[in-house]
């Protein structure tokens, strides 16, 4: 099953077409093209993604990533016979786009009448790909942004009559720590980076999200199935990274660079006592919740008080703000695992890309006996591959096509 992945919840673009199949011993996929692009340069300046602004790029990036993914595709395998036409100069306007079909896509694309021209370009020049299903972000994310992937997503299925599967992003984190890449026969590295072996999770699974907007910890039944058993009272753990590199002076978004000036203080002053030691929020509640804008507020109290804040402190504060949000997500994995005693713990979301947190993380699943699902870095953080994977899964457990659904910036699991 050929299927089209389409991510615009923030500040990423992406466009991904994958092959997947599962027979009863396995299940695999195939990435056939994968694009993204990241708006991270034109958000750099400001310190935060702008919705509108997220908007208009994705609206002028889609059918750009859209051609070049096809293009890739074309490469790996074919779709349609004539994908380009001779010299790029045959038009040919597909017989299920006549006028009534093509009003019904710019209809679709109402609120975006340059992404309806480049659209009516491109299906215009191309024959229909063999693609049997489009799976979009339908939430959460930001609003504006959203709807741009979700109306380009319902303008492709109208005109190409594709089924079309709304995603959740989250979900789409959860997913992309299945994927494992096949490994050559000394198992010694991937035989090639676009084949993956979709991992059978034992369930019930623990899911701890952390990103830019999330901190949740998720009980995952069954497939699918799932149970929100912890959340953040106000900031996610991304958002607070991005806020203390912002007040370090560091650019947009900081998360990563957090985690490298830690990872630099830690290998230069090992034994070093915490000048400026922080709080560890909620890390003795009974509850499963997080809270972040307090240990943020007290960053931001700690730098007043320094005369000067020196490459020197901005490291010893990097440390000592990841050591604190490492034992607050230590703490309550390891409760969460107590009380509902689960098979296996995912990970997911933007921040897990931090190495620091996976190590950590991977040490809690020893101490328990858990399998540990993480994804690789590179789908750690918003792409579409992800998404493309749980449409795939949610076609597999029988999710009919939808065309009428919205934008929804709060969708929750
Ligand atoms: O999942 P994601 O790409 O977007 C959202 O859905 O929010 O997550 C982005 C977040 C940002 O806050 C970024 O700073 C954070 O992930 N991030 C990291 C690291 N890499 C990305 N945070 C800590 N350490 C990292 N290495
Ligand atoms: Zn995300």
């Given at each position: 099953?050929?299927?089209?992945?389409?991510?615009?919840?923030?500040?990423e673009?992406?466009?991904?077409i994958?092959?997947?199949?599962?027979?009863?011993?396995?299940?695999?996929?195939t990435?056939?093209?994968?694009?993204?692009?990241?708006q991270?340069?034109?958000?750099?300046?400001?310190?935060?993604?702008?919705?509108?602004?997220?908007?208009?790029?994705?609206?002028?990036?889609?059918?750009?990533?859209?051609?070049?993914?096809l293009?890739?595709?074309?490469?790996?395998?074919?779709?349609?016979?004539?994908?380009?036409?001779?010299?790029?100069?045959?038009?040919?306007?597909?017989?299920?786009?006549?006028?009534?079909?093509?009003?019904?896509?710019?209809?679709i694309?109402?609120?975006?009448?340059?992404?309806?021209?480049?659209?009516?370009?491109?299906?215009?020049?191309?024959?229909?790909p063999?693609?049997?299903?489009?799976?979009?972000?339908?939430?959460?994310?930001?609003?504006?942004?959203?709807?741009?992937?979700?109306?380009?997503?319902?303008?492709?299925?109208?005109?190409?009559?594709?089924?079309?599967?709304?995603?959740?992003?989250?979900?789409?984190?959860?997913?992309?720590?299945?994927?494992?890449?096949?490994?050559?026969?000394?198992?010694?590295?991937?035989?090639?980076?676009?084949?993956?072996?979709?991992?059978?999770?034992?369930?019930?699974?623990?899911?701890?999200?952390?990103?830019?907007?999330?901190?949740?910890?998720?009980?995952?039944?069954d497939?699918l199935?799932?149970?929100?058993?912890?959340?953040?009272?106000?900031?996610?753990?991304?958002e607070?990274?991005?806020?203390v590199?912002?007040?370090?002076?560091?650019?947009?978004?900081?998360?990563?660079?957090?985690?490298?000036?830690?990872?630099?203080e830690?290998?230069?002053?090992?034994?070093?006592k915490?000048?400026?030691?922080?709080?560890?929020?909620?890390?003795?509640?009974?509850?499963?919740n997080?809270?972040f804008?307090?240990?943020?507020?007290?960053?931001?109290?700690?730098?007043?008080?320094?005369p000067e804040?020196?490459?020197?402190v901005?490291?010893?504060?990097?440390?000592?703000?990841?050591?604190?949000?490492?034992?607050?997500?230590e703490?309550?994995?390891?409760?969460?695992?107590?009380?509902?005693?689960?098979q296996?713990l995912?990970?997911g979301?933007?921040?897990?890309?931090?190495?620091?947190i996976?190590?950590?993380?991977?040490?809690?699943?020893?101490?328990?006996?858990l399998?540990?699902?993480?994804?690789?870095?590179?789908?750690?953080?918003?792409?579409a591959?992800?998404?493309?994977?749980?449409?795939?899964?949610?076609?597999?457990a029988?999710?009919?096509?939808?065309?009428?659904?919205?934008?929804?910036?709060?969708l929750?699991?």
């Open positions: 099953m050929i299927i089209l992945g389409i991510e615009t919840s923030c500040d673009t992406g466009v991904c994958i092959e997947a199949e599962k027979s009863e011993k396995e299940a695999s996929l990435v056939l093209g994968n694009q993204l692009y990241s991270v340069k034109l958000h750099e300046q400001y310190g935060g993604v702008f919705p509108m602004m997220a908007k208009r790029e994705h609206a002028k990036n889609l059918v750009p990533l859209f051609q070049k993914c293009e890739e595709v074309e490469h790996n395998r074919p779709l349609a016979p004539s994908l380009t036409n001779e010299g790029g100069k045959t038009l040919r306007i597909l017989p299920s786009l006549d006028k009534e079909g093509l009003r019904a896509v710019e209809n694309l109402i609120r975006e009448p340059e992404l309806f021209v480049e659209l009516e370009e491109l299906i215009k020049t191309i024959e229909k063999d693609i049997d299903a489009i799976a979009v972000t339908s939430g959460p994310g930001l609003e504006p942004a959203l709807w741009v992937g979700v109306t380009f997503a319902k303008a492709l299925s109208e005109a190409w009559n594709i089924p079309l599967i709304p995603t959740n992003h989250m979900e789409g984190h959860i997913v992309a720590s299945s994927l494992s890449p096949f490994l050559d026969k000394k198992g010694l590295g991937a035989v090639d980076k676009k084949e993956y072996k979709i991992k059978e999770t034992k369930y019930p699974a623990l899911a701890l999200l952390i990103s830019g907007g999330h901190t949740q910890l998720v009980l995952i039944k497939n199935q799932y149970e929100i058993i912890g959340n953040t009272c106000d900031d996610a753990v991304g607070a990274f991005d806020k590199a912002r007040m370090l002076g560091l650019p947009y978004p900081g998360g990563k660079i957090i985690s490298e000036l830690a990872k630099k830690r290998e230069e002053n090992p034994n070093k915490a000048p400026y030691p922080l709080p560890r929020p909620m890390i003795h509640s009974k509850d499963l997080f809270s804008s307090g240990l943020k507020t007290a960053v931001l109290y700690t730098l007043k008080k320094i804040i020196t490459d020197e901005k490291q010893e504060i990097a440390l000592e703000f990841e050591s604190a949000v490492l034992d607050v997500l703490s309550k994995t390891s409760q969460a695992i107590e009380e509902y005693n689960p296996t995912i990970i979301g933007g921040v897990s890309a931090n190495p620091s996976r190590e950590l993380l991977e040490k809690v699943c020893q101490k328990y006996g399998e540990f699902l993480v994804p690789e870095v590179s789908t750690s953080t918003d792409n591959l992800m998404i493309a994977l749980a449409g795939y899964m949610n076609i597999l029988g999710k009919k096509s939808d065309t009428t659904f919205r934008a929804n910036g709060n929750s699991l």
